[in-house]
């Protein structure tokens, strides 16, 4: 993997046992202590762990929390190429609905040079990616932008997304579990993913593969709500992922495609 994606699984390493040593990273990753330390000197000082004597430790938990702003940086080595697979995948002259999130940024900015296209945005971040850009015709839903997140929910954003329909509906998603099925940390932008699913021909899901195993607190949809889910190739290891091989192999029987990037 490149340095890049060493970062991002790294990181994924420390918050998912939230304190790791330097000799256990260096054996998981197969690269030397000495490059294990200088990647993690380089992610504290983005903040994301807090070094320690022997390893590090995470300084943000697996959750929402922290907000957009603060979640940003996380492993976006990886959601650069999980957007521009998501890109890849949408044919020019599609309307698109596309999701609230941090992933949802990084497939704007590749969309940005895919059109034309019509996209209808469910948050200001993605909206400001694909204003004034050549081929995109840019619909903003209404409603109310949730404090930290800039999603847009609410009736108002809700009437929006039901008076449309949709060929694609990109849905970034807080948790994918085998039995629950999709889910969401806010009950509010649970609802409009809902109303999405509702009215678009097709559900293409993107979300990296820390996602995989979560139960977050509202339930959107089954697994087979969704045509198509991209997400990360770090996915099927168990030693970064222990919940990511049941997972996807729910997700197959639950009929839907599976593309890694």
């Known amino acids: 993997m490149d340095a890049g994606e060493r970062l991002d699984v790294t990181l994924r390493l420390v918050q998912g046992a939230e304190r790791a040593a330097v000799a256990e990273l260096a ?134 997304v039901e008076s449309l329909a949709f060929d694609v509906f990109v849905m970034s998603i807080g948790g994918v579990h085998a039995e629950y099925g999709w889910s969401e940390f806010c009950l509010d932008d649970a609802a409009v993913k809902q109303a999405g699913i509702a009215q ?13 195993g979560v139960r977050a607190f509202s339930q959107v949809a089954a697994l087979g709500a969704a045509h198509e889910f991209v997400t990360d190739r770090s996915a099927s290891d168990p030693a970064i992922h222990p919940a990511g091989p049941q997972t996807l192999d729910a997700l197959r029987e639950a009929g839907v495609v599976l593309h890694t990037a």
């Open 27 to 160: 054996q998981r990753l197969g690269v030397s202590e000495m490059t294990v330390r200088r990647d993690l000197d380089a992610l504290e000082q983005r903040g994301l762990v807090r070094r320690v004597h022997g390893g590090a430790v995470a300084t943000r938990a697996r959750t929402e929390a922290g907000g957009f702003a603060d979640r940003a940086g996380w492993s976006a080595v990886t959601k650069d190429r999980l957007g521009a697979a998501v890109a890849a995948l949408i044919a020019p002259g599609s309307r698109v609905l596309l999701d609230a999130g941090t992933t949802t940024v990084h497939v704007a900015r590749a969309l940005a040079e895919r059109g034309p296209l019509t996209v209808t945005a469910l948050s200001l971040q993605t909206a400001v990616c694909l204003a004034d850009r050549p081929g995109i015709e840019l619909l903003v839903a209404g409603g109310r932008s949730r404090p930290g997140e800039q999603s847009l929910v609410g009736p108002l954003a809700l009437r929006a």
């Open 200 to 212: 678009s021909a097709r559900v293409l899901a993107v979300a990296d593969a820390t996602k995989l």
